[in-house]
RNA sequence: GGGUGAUUAGCUCAGCUGGUUCAGAGCAUCUCGCUUACACCGAGAGGGUCGGGGGUUCGAAUCCCUCAUCACCCACCA
């Protein structure tokens, strides 16, 4: 059988997905083992596939990966949102495309049409994930409006009350005029924009031509205005108390109120007070009791007594002109105000009162902070505990606002009295809300006619925060969620801390109690997961979020084409410590900009690696093989040389270990990069390679193998394809279900550092000989005769068995013996604390030579200098150590050494 | 206004509990090599007073203070 010399990561991978899904390796079902549980933070339903969701699925999929390789019961539940706003947006265009209006429609209709185009186009980003090689256990894909999980939200609402947590209320809110409703406070998107700021000066009620003068956005909003503010302390307008003013175009009067809320150094320090379209106006007007005059419709556009039917922005434009012909505008500015807009539709959100279903979080949210706080939820990176601590601060925490005036989402189980809408009773079936309602207004003749059904949905968040437990039923009694709950990780980015991590740590609290039983909750936790893992943002190279309306995401699966599912899974993990944003140069982005193809390319780093480890592959295939060494010189050098891997590889085993229990996985994947291509590559193939056309002995070959299976287990989570395939090609014959995806996590073991200090010794040795021959212009692999001074330091290094054999073959020596004599041909060089001579035939250029030295010479006895002072220094003596002192005083020592050796070496080159 | 980070080689970034992984990696640059696993490669080299200043300490890239610059988040903006 013969390899392609390159490796091609797309054919490879493409056979191996499907073949781990016909093995079913990444189903999970409880069982004695422990588990390992991992949900996956939903993606909404319509999404695709972009940079943030392959850094955040490739974390989670090494997780998985590595605890099913350590035999956990490893199980990673996928699904997605149905993120009901974003979605519903896309519905409601796809409609109106082909020509049908929502306001035709049923909600059943609606709905409809909403789920088969859901079952027809979303998802898609499950089976691009699978691309990536998430190892999801597929079988228990879950989505957020199925009917279980709808049952869930239904159950937890009708609860909520129960408690009397819930309640609802007029409150001003932000409203989407795009999608007509209501939204949370962190759906709402605020940026500078350019506008102006309209003067406006309002006549003083009884008088001719005296007049006050107010700054404003938005002068439209005149036609809703309740009064007009002055600061009380402001004495440019003392004169106007108890007067009041007319209000252009609608010739309103309305009084003058004075209130603290008024910066006296903005605009002319007076203010326009409209309570239905102003947060602020809006206290106000609650504190002085004005009247609330809405002027717009729910799509934005005005009621009257003008420009009815008008959108509210033309209407800006057109009243700006007539109060210009009116004599009312003062002056126009050029202003830049923050302007809050839709996440969703990018609308401008509209301040609006109305009515909606609002949750306490006082007491929901201090359980949520003191689990993070005191509790067993640990965040990575710790700091983010900081910003967490801030938001769920009692003065920054408002009720949550649930309700939805949409039709996509689980209608939210309320029923009116169609008589008086203030009769409410919440129940999971109308036929219990009925029995309640006959119950409460003692009226056994109430007919479920009587009552009528809350149109509105609750917001998506609702379902989300029950993600960690509605996926494994929990409403019902469920034997998954006892074995599966809480989950070991969340890996997911901090934008959404808030909005859905703090709110899983609330619902785990408010309902795991009662869903486990006392004694499992009490053995194994409540909150729904033990880490945190917050991903960085990826951003361009110019620092901006990767968006879909900046066009700045590079096509994910265009880069998986090009590097492989393995490159771009290096590329990206090996730049993303855990929180820390991630800069990602995207090769696809915009080819006209070479700054950014000019910069590094992680994923590429990534694919070459696969390619090296192909190679490796190749170079072991191709040996042929002997039962026996040749000589006794080659089983000595084999023995070092597997000595040491032995020992490197322990070494990185247990680093890697330690990179992991600290979740440092751009650690890990480094350490095992630089082991793989540093010491396996290059220095242990090296040494056990046969020379040309040469056999290898079995005993070693099969060593190596061992070595290689190992590695590419502790690589599989990172590199799951590229590992599988060479796994398979390893061994012939392997039994069936012998598979790197299954395989066994090594276990660490110690290793000898005395040993690897010398090994480094022997690498800084080599070095120095390629140095010299690099110098001396000579062929790499002219054998050449190296001689050591005879000292007792050169005996004991060289004693170490094999490594003055392996130092021959590696270097190309034909000789490496003592000398006791200086050597005044080819090259002198200092290693470790030796002196060495590389004999060739040629003068060394004398000038450069001393040069050299005598620049060494001046930093090492500098070196040696601070090292004296720093020992000569009683106080560090004292304060420091043993250990450290000890350290420094060999430090001292091999430095006073290697001056003898320069000042020597100098001496001589005269 | 409140909060959080960042500043280390030309670029992108690691660097955890202060001391042998302490000044690192990849890319880029330079020199030499198409050598028999790999030119997606190999061998070697150059390059940083760790943003400035102060402090704590026997010892600081690391801890504290301060200044500067740059990001980001929350709140708010007539």
């Not at 898609?124 to 279980?148: H, V």
């Not at 606002?401 to 029923?415: D, E, T, Y």
């Not at 299954?742 to 022997?762: G, H, I, M, R």
């Not at 060089?829 to 060739?840: A, K, V």
């Amino acid at each position: 059988m013969t390899l392609p010399t390159q490796y091609n990561a797309e054919d490879v991978e493409s056979k191996w997905y499907q073949y781990w899904m016909d093995k079913g390796y990444f189903r999970s079902t409880p069982d004695e083992r422990e588990p390992y549980t991992i949900v996956i933070p939903p993606p909404n339903v319509t999404g695709v596939l972009h940079m943030g969701h392959m850094l955040n699925n490739t974390v989670q999929d090494v997780l998985i990966r590595k605890a099913r390789l350590e035999g956990k019961n490893a199980c990673w539940v996928p699904g997605t949102d149905h993120a009901s706003i974003a979605t519903e947006a896309k519905v409601v265009k796809l409609l109106r495309e082909k020509g049908i209006k929502k306001s035709d429609l049923s909600r059943e209709e609606f709905l409809k049409y909403a789920f088969e185009w859901k079952d027809k186009y979303g998802g898609l980003i499950l089976e691009q994930l699978k691309m990536l090689g998430a190892s999801c256990d597929w079988e228990r894909t879950r989505f957020t409006m199925e009917e279980k999980l709808s049952d869930s939200v239904i159950k937890a609402f009708v609860d909520l009350h129960k408690k009397g947590l819930l309640y609802r209320g007029l409150r001003m809110t932000n409203w989407d005029p795009a999608a007509q409703t209501v939204l949370s406070n962190e759906e709402v998107i605020h940026s500078q924009e350019n506008s102006k700021l309209y003067h406006v000066r309002y006549r003083i009620e009884g008088t001719e031509d005296d007049w006050v003068t107010i700054a404003t956005t938005r002068p439209e909003t005149i036609l809703a205005d309740a009064a007009v503010a002055i600061h009380p302390d402001d004495e440019r307008y003392t004169h106007l108390k108890g007067k009041k003013v007319i209000i252009p175009m609608v010739n309103r009067v309305v009084p003058i109120i004075f209130d603290k809320y008024v910066k006296m150094d903005f605009g002319t320090g007076a203010l326009k007070v409209t309570p239905a379209h102003d947060m602020n106006d809006y206290d106000i007007g609650q504190r002085h009791n004005l009247e609330v005059i809405d002027m717009l419709h729910d799509n934005g556009r005005l009621k009257g007594p003008f420009y009815v039917g008008m959108d509210r922005e033309d209407a800006r434009k057109q009243i700006a002109k007539d109060l210009k012909f009116q004599g009312h505008i003062v002056k126009i500015e050029n202003y830049s105000n923050s302007v809050g807009r839709s996440e969703r539709t990018n609308a401008v959100v509209e301040p609006k009162l109305t009515k909606q279903w609002f949750l306490k979080m006082e007491g929901l949210s201090a359980t949520a902070l003191e689990a993070v706080e005191n509790g067993p939820v640990d965040f990575l990176p710790e700091h983010m505990l900081n910003t967490y601590r801030n938001w769920l601060k009692p003065e920054n925490v408002r009720d949550w606002c649930i309700s939805r005036q949409l039709w996509w989402g689980q209608q939210i189980p309320a029923w009116y009295l169609k008589e008086d809408k203030e009769q409410i009773f919440v129940a999971e079936t109308p036929e219990e809300a009925l029995l309640q309602a006959q119950e409460k207004l003692s009226n056994p003749e109430l007919t479920i006619e009587d009552l009528e059904r809350e149109e509105d949905v609750v917001d998506t968040w609702f379902s989300s925060w029950l993600w960690p437990m509605s996926v494994f039923d929990a409403f019902e009694d469920s034997k998954e969620m006892q074995y599966y709950y809480p989950t070991n990780v969340l890996v997911t980015g901090w934008d959404i801390m808030y909005l859905w991590v703090a709110r899983m740590v609330m619902a785990g609290y408010e309902w795991a109690p009662g869903l486990l039983g006392e004694d499992l909750a009490k053995e194994k936790g409540v909150h729904p997961f033990k880490h945190v893992y917050f991903t960085g943002m990826v951003r361009d190279n110019m620092g901006r979020k990767m968006s879909k309306s900046l066009g700045n995401s590079p096509d994910s699966l265009a880069l998986i084409k090009k590097y492989g599912a393995d490159g771009v899974r290096y590329g990206i993990l090996s730049a993303a410590a855990a929180g820390g944003d991630v800069i990602f140069d995207a090769p696809f982005v915009d080819k006209t900009k070479t700054a950014i193809q000019n910069k590094s390319d992680l994923c590429n780093t990534g694919s070459k690696f696969s390619n090296k480890l192909w190679n490796a592959l190749r170079m072991i295939k191709g040996l042929e093989v002997i039962e026996k060494p040749a000589n006794e010189r080659i089983a000595n050098v084999n023995a070092f040389a597997i000595k040491w891997l032995e020992n490197e590889y322990n070494k990185t085993l247990d680093s890697v270990e330690k990179s992991f229990e600290s979740l440092r996985l751009s650690e890990a994947v480094k350490t095992l990069y630089n082991f793989v291509w540093g010491d396996f590559c290059s220095w242990y193939l090296e040494m056990i390679k046969p020379d040309y056309l040469k056999p290898i002995d079995r005993a070693t070959l099969d060593t190596t193998i061992d070595f290689f299976e190992k590695i590419m287990t502790l690589l599989h989570p990172f590199m799951p394809f590229i590992t599988e395939e060479i796994w398979a090609h390893l061994r012939e014959n392997r039994a069936e279900g012998d598979d790197c995806t299954v395989s066994t996590w090594p276990t660490a073991e110690a290793f000898d550092e005395q040993f690897l200090y010398k090994t480094s010794l022997l690498k800084d040795l080599v070095g120095s000989i390629r140095n010299a021959r690099d110098k001396g212009q000579l062929p790499k692999k002219e054998l050449l005769e190296l001689l050591v001074k005879d000292t007792e330091a050169a005996h004991t290094f060289l004693a170490e068995n094999g490594l003055k054999e392996t130092i021959e073959k590696i270097a190309f020596l034909k000789n490496f013996d003592y000398t006791t004599e200086d050597q005044h041909e080819g090259a002198a060089f200092i290693s470790g604390t030796e002196q060495y001579y590389l004999l060739f035939e040629q003068k060394v250029d004398v000038a450069a030579e001393r040069k050299k030295l005598e620049g060494e010479l001046k930093q090492k006895r500098g070196f040696v200098m601070g090292i004296e002072k720093k020992l000569s220094n009683e106080r560090f003596v004292n304060g420091a150590p043993a250990k450290v002192i000890e350290m420094e005083r060999k430090k001292l020592a091999d430095g006073k050494a290697k001056i003898q050796l320069l000042i020597d070496s100098l001496d001589k080159l005269k």
